[in-house]
């Protein structure tokens, strides 16, 4: 099992910036990406960034390109998610994930609170 914790979530006004960081524990080594997910109320999940755990690739959805950067720290088991230029529309539960070869994305935190303020 990989144990997800988000923390950095917080009351930002539009145009701000912050960092949202997960730590990983437990069974890291299965890890093969690691990824940012978001939920606003009443909307479904969306996808935000992934990074690989090796390799460091990276990927973005359309809605936060340019103004997110996700970024690991592999001795930490850390990731983090680097967010500027913030909208009101990326007030949301800012989820982490990891995803394992087999079993997709199956870990998840608790979530972090960003609410941006117009």
């Known amino acids: 099992q990989v144990q997800l914790v988000e923390s950095g979530g917080r009351l930002v006004q539009a145009g701000g910036s912050l960092r949202l960081s997960c730590a990983a524990s437990?069974?890291?080594?299965?890890?093969?990406?690691m990824g940012w997910f978001r939920q606003a109320p009443g909307k479904d999940r969306e996808f935000v960034a992934q990074?690989?755990?090796?390799?460091?690739?990276?990927y973005y959805a359309d809605s936060v390109k340019g103004r997110a950067t996700i970024s690991r720290d592999n001795a930490k088991n850390t990731v983090y998610l680097q967010m500027n230029s913030l909208k009101p529309e990326d007030t949301a539960v800012y989820y982490c994930?990891?995803?394992?070869?087999?079993?997709?994305?199956?870990?998840w935190g608790q979530g972090t609170q960003v609410t941006v303020s117009s």
């Open positions: 994930a990891a995803h394992k070869a087999g079993t997709g994305w199956d870990s």
């Open positions: 437990g069974r890291t080594f299965s890890i093969s990406v």
């Open positions: 990074i690989g755990w090796g390799a460091g690739s990276t």
